[in-house]
C-alpha cells in the first residue's frame, strides 16, 4: 500500500483537510488549487533540498466522475440485499454514458496540458478517467505553481511539491486531482512480500527469477504429524507440533468444507472468472501455475489475459523500489490460491506496468473496463492510511465503479497487525479501509489427517528462538506479525458494519476513542499464517546445481494468501447461486453470526509450532535456525466471540457458506 495522509468523512473526501497554501502567483492567474494533491510528510520540518528543474516526471491528471449523488444512490441499491434494485448492474458502457467524465473535459485538459509544453500521452484510458503526462520538473513548477522539493520520510529522501498543485480555473470542474509530482507512490509492495521479509531471503534485483527457497526438514503433512521430542517443551510441559511443510489444494478444499464442490464442473467455478491484479509479471506464470496443478491432482490453469510487464519491458527507474521478483512470487501465490479452491475457473490476471498506485489503478481499470472478472482480488499494500487526495479520489472511483458493474474487490488487510511497529501507532492500511472493498484477514489453519478442518485461530504469531534448553523468550514470545486489523482513521463507520462491529472496536480510532464510530477492518478471513501456509511451486534462482534456474515448491502465506482464496471461494458462490454478488459487504454482515461463517474465536487452548529455517534460504551449509511460533498472540487486536478486527465476521463455511449467499 502507500505511505501518505489524507482523512475523510464517511465515504466523501475531505480534500480540504490537507489543502496546502496556494502560492500567490497561482492565485493571482485566477488558477484552481487541488487540495490534498500534496502528501502530509511534506512539511517545512522535513525539508531537505530541491528538485533539478532539468529532470522528467511522468505524472496524473484525474478527471472526476460525473453526476456523484445518483452514483452513491446506485452503489447502494445495487449492493444492497434488502433494495428492489438489488443486482440491477450496469454494464462498462453504460457506467461510462452516465459517470464517467466526457470526451470534452479529457479534450480540455490535454489541450492544456500540450499548450504548457507537457508531452501527453496519445488517448485517455477507456473510461476517460486520466490524461497521462510528462515533463520536465521546470515546465511542472511553472504550470501547476509548485515548487519541486525533496523531503526525508519512512528512511528515505522524496520529491514533492511544496504546496496545492494549480490548474486553470476553466478546469476546476473537470479535474479531481494530479498524481505523480511526488514519489510517495513508490512505497508500494505486494503484502507476501511483507510476510516474507521475515522469512524468506532478500531479493537479487538482478536476479530473473525469484531467489530460491526451500522449507528445511522436519516439517509436516498435515497439523500435528510430527511433534519436537527432542526440543524443550513449547507450554504447559508440553511439546509443540513442526510447521506444515504448506498445504495442498486438496487440503485447503477439504478443511473449507469445500471437497465435494471442487469435484464437478458444475460447482467447481466453471463459467466464472476471477481477476488478479499484481506489478509487473511472472515470465514463467504459465507453466509452473500449470506444472503445481498437475502435481497436485488438478487441470491446468486457464489464464485468459496476461500482461508481459517483466523485468525486459520496464526501465530502472519503473524497477526501483518495486522488487520485481517479490511481485513475481505474489502472482504465483495468487494465481496458484485461486485455482487451489476454484479449479474450473478462468483467471484474468493484469500486470501493472510497476508498483505505483497510477498503474495499479489502470491495471484494476483495464478489467472493469473490459468485463473481464466478476471478482478481482487484489494483494497489495503498505503502511496506513495516509493516502493523497488525487489518488484516494481515483481508487474510490474505481471501486464504486466495480460495485455497479457486479464486481466484488478483494484486498488483503495486511500483515503486520495493527501496524504499530512501522507506524508508531494503531493503523489500519489502505485500500483495505476503503468501505467499497472487501478486506480479507488472516487465520492459522489447522487441517488433519483426512484433510479435516481441526481449528482456526486469528493469524498473529509469537517467536522465540532457541537458546540451549529452553525458548527465548518463553512462550508466547515476541510479536513477529499477523494478518492486518483495527479502526479507520480516515473512514466512518458504513451502515453495513453497524450494530455487527463492537463499539469499543468501532471508536477506537488509531491512538485515540472517538463518539463517531469508524470503519473496521477486515470483513471476512482464510489461513494466511506462514506457519500454516500454502504450499506454492515457482521457477527459482538457485545458488548451485546445473539448472540454476528451476521449479520448487515452498510454503508460504500472509494476506496476500488469504485474499485469493476467498476470491476463489466467491467464484463457487457466484456459480452456485446462479448469479454475481458484486460489492458483497452488505450480504456478508447480514449474515453475521449465522452458520454462513465460521466465527474464529479463542477456544482456550495453548498453540504453537516449531519451525526450522535454513539460514540462507536454501540449505544448511550456513546452518539451521529452530525457533517456536506461537498462534493467536495478544496485541491491540485480537480474536473474540463475534466480530473481531483479526477476522471479521470469520471465515467460509463450506457448503454453509454457499448456501447462506445464494
Not at 516439517?219 to 506444515?244: H, I
Not at 486469528?458 to 486489523?485: F, I, K, Q, R
Request: contains cysteine.
Amino acid at each position: 500500500m502507500i505511505s501518505r495522509s489524507l482523512r475523510l468523512k464517511g465515504a466523501a473526501i475531505a480534500a480540504c483537510a490537507l489543502a496546502g497554501a496556494v502560492p500567490a502567483t497561482a492565485a493571482a492567474a485566477g488558477k484552481h488549487a487541488l487540495p490534498g494533491s500534496k502528501p502530509s510528510w511534506a512539511r517545512s520540518s522535513n525539508h531537505v533540498g530541491s528538485v533539478s528543474g532539468s529532470e522528467t516526471k511522468t505524472f496524473w491528471v484525474y478527471l472526476g466522475l460525473r453526476n456523484g449523488a445518483a452514483l452513491d444512490r446506485q452503489v447502494k441499491a445495487v449492493s444492497d440485499p434488502g433494495s428492489a434494485e438489488y443486482g440491477s448492474y450496469l454494464t462498462a458502457s453504460q457506467f461510462n454514458a452516465r459517470y464517467a467524465p466526457t470526451s470534452a473535459d479529457v479534450d480540455a485538459v490535454r489541450s492544456w496540458l500540450q499548450g504548457a509544453g507537457f508531452d501527453v500521452a496519445a488517448a485517455a484510458p477507456a473510461g476517460n478517467r486520466w490524461v497521462e503526462a510528462s515533463g520536465s520538473v521546470a515546465r511542472i513548477e511553472s504550470a501547476f505553481g509548485v515548487q519541486e522539493l525533496t523531503y526525508r520520510h519512512a528512511g528515505r529522501t522524496l520529491d514533492a511539491p511544496d504546496a496545492a498543485p494549480s490548474v486553470p480555473g476553466s478546469l476546476a470542474s473537470a479535474v479531481a486531482g494530479v498524481a505523480g509530482l511526488d514519489d510517495s507512490d513508490t512505497l508500494v509492495q505486494p503484502q507476501s512480500t511483507r510476510a516474507a521479509s521475515h522469512d524468506l531471503p532478500s531479493a537479487d534485483p538482478k536476479a530473473n527469477p525469484s531467489p530460491a527457497f526451500v522449507n528445511a526438514p522436519p516439517c509436516s503433512s498435515y497439523y500435528g504429524e510430527k511433534t519436537a521430542s527432542t526440543l524443550p517443551d513449547a507450554y504447559d510441559g508440553q511439546k509443540a507440533p513442526y510447521a506444515t511443510c504448506g498445504y495442498t489444494p486438496s487440503q485447503l478444499q477439504g478443511a473449507y468444507g469445500l471437497t465435494a464442490a471442487d469435484a464437478s464442473s458444475a460447482s467447481n467455478g466453471s463459467g466464472q472468472t476471477v481477476g488478479i491484479v499484481d506489478a509487473f509479471a511472472s515470465p514463467t506464470i504459465q507453466q509452473d501455475a500449470n506444472t503445481y496443478a498437475s502435481r497436485h491432482g488438478q487441470g491446468p490453469v486457464a489464464i485468459t489475459q496476461y500482461n508481459t510487464h517483466n523485468l525486459e519491458h520496464v526501465s530502472e527507474h519503473e524497477k526501483s523500489g518495486c522488487d520485481p521478483q517479490g511481485w513475481y512470487g505474489e502472482e504465483t501465490l495468487d494465481v496458484e490460491a485461486v485455482h487451489a479452491m476454484a479449479p474450473g475457473a478462468k483467471e484474468a490476471f493484469a500486470g501493472a506496468l510497476d508498483c505505483n498506485d497510477e498503474n495499479l489503478i489502470d491495471a484494476v481499470n483495464r478489467l472493469l473496463q473490459n468485463s473481464q472478472a466478476q471478482v478481482i482480488s487484489n494483494s497489495y499494500g503498505g503502511v496506513g492510511e495516509s493516502e493523497p487526495a488525487s489518488l484516494l479520489a481515483a481508487w474510490e472511483a474505481t471501486f464504486k465503479q466495480a460495485a455497479v458493474q457486479g464486481v466484488g474487490i478483494y484486498f488483503s488487510s495486511g500483515d503486520d497487525g495493527d501496524e504499530v511497529a512501522n507506524a508508531g501507532t494503531r493503523t489500519v492500511d489502505y485500500p483495505a479501509s476503503d468501505p467499497f472493498v472487501t478486506a480479507v484477514g488472516g487465520t492459522s489453519l489447522g487441517v488433519g489427517r483426512a484433510n479435516d478442518y481441526q481449528f482456526e485461530t486469528g493469524w498473529s504469531t509469537g517467536v522465540s528462538s532457541l537458546a540451549g534448553s529452553a525458548w527465548a523468550p518463553p512462550y508466547p514470545g515476541d510479536y513477529l506479525y499477523g494478518g492486518g486489523g483495527g479502526t479507520s482513521v480516515a473512514f466512518d463507520q458504513p451502515s453495513y458494519q453497524a450494530g455487527v462491529v463492537p463499539a469499543d472496536i468501532a471508536d477506537h480510532r488509531g491512538a485515540t476513542t472517538s463518539t463517531t464510530p469508524g470503519r473496521a477492518v477486515p470483513d471476512v478471513s482464510a489461513v494466511g499464517d506462514p506457519n500454516t501456509g500454502m504450499l506454492v511451486g515457482q521457477t527459482q534462482t538457485f545458488p548451485t546445481g546445473p539448472n540454476k534456474k528451476r521449479y520448487g515448491e515452498y510454503r508460504i502465506g500472509g494476506t496476500s494468501l488469504s485474499s485469493p482464496l476467498f476470491a476463489g471461494m466467491m467464484a463457487l458462490a457466484d456459480q452456485a447461486a446462479g448469479h454475481r454478488h458484486g460489492f458483497a459487504n452488505p450480504l456478508f454482515y447480514g449474515q453475521a453470526g449465522s452458520t454462513t461463517f465460521r466465527d474464529v474465536k479463542p477456544d482456550g487452548a495453548k498453540r504453537g509450532v516449531v519451525r526450522n529455517d535454513y539460514v540462507n534460504g536454501v540449505d544448511g551449509s550456513d546452518g539451521i535456525s529452530t525457533t517456536l511460533r506461537s498462534l493467536d498472540f495478544k496485541t491491540s487486536i485480537f480474536t473474540r466471540p463475534g466480530y473481531d478486527d483479526v477476522t471479521g465476521v470469520g471465515s467460509p463455511n463450506g457448503a454453509a457458506f454457499l448456501a447462506g449467499l445464494r
